[in-house]
């Protein structure tokens, strides 16, 4: 066939069954991690193992060429007393923060840069976010510091890390949670 021909039906039915398969595969590929992000947890995960690596690799693990790219908070989720905080990365500094009180019905987001070095230990020292929060619609300074730390949440269930969150001039907010490893 000449470039100036025009293709058969033929040959748009092969180039449509041949699009399929690739198509599939570049959405699966773009949803697998967000399905990942979003999923939550059975209400009896305390006692839930975590599921066993597939292909003799160990979960979560990255590359070589990873390393040092990616934010030492991928994610976190914590609690103190009568609050809720989730944290996730948005990219290797940036992090979107959702701080919740359910008594109240209350929620404030904003989000949190991480300035530190990205291939930090993180039980070298804190980890630490700043940034603004939206708050009774104000935004007011964020300070994050979560800690490799071991600590006991209000539930009575021990966490590995600490976490003090400070908004605006207000005393820090001390909880626990756990940091997502990968």
């Known amino acids: 066939m000449s470039c100036s021909a025009a293709p058969s039906n033929d040959g748009f039915r092969v180039l449509k069954r041949a699009a399929k398969p690739l198509a599939i595969a570049s959405i699966l590929a773009v949803l697998a991690p ?24 160990p ?3 990255i590359s070589p060429e990873m390393a040092g790219t990616l934010s030492p908070i991928p994610a976190f989720k914590g609690q103190g007393d009568g609050w809720r905080v989730e944290i996730r990365a948005l990219d ?19 989000t949190a840069r991480y300035d530190g070095p990205l291939n ?5 020292g804190p980890l630490i976010l700043n940034g603004a929060l939206e708050r ?18 209000r539930d009575g269930i021990a966490r590995p890390q600490s976490i003090a969150i400070t908004i605006g001039a207000e005393p820090p907010m001390r909880g626990c949670g756990d940091l997502a490893m990968y």
């Open 92 to 110: 290797a500094t940036q992090h979107h923060v959702a701080l919740q009180w359910p008594a109240s019905g209350e929620t404030a987001t904003g």
């Open 136 to 153: 009774g619609g104000a935004k007011r300074p964020l300070r994050v510091e979560i800690r490799a730390q071991a600590c006991v949440d």
């Open 34 to 57: 967000l399905a990942a992000c979003t999923a939550t947890a059975p209400a009896d995960a305390k006692e839930a193992s975590p599921p066993a690596p597939s292909g003799g690799q």
């Open 120 to 124: 930090v230990a993180r039980d070298a």
């Open 59 to 61: 979960a979560g693990k």
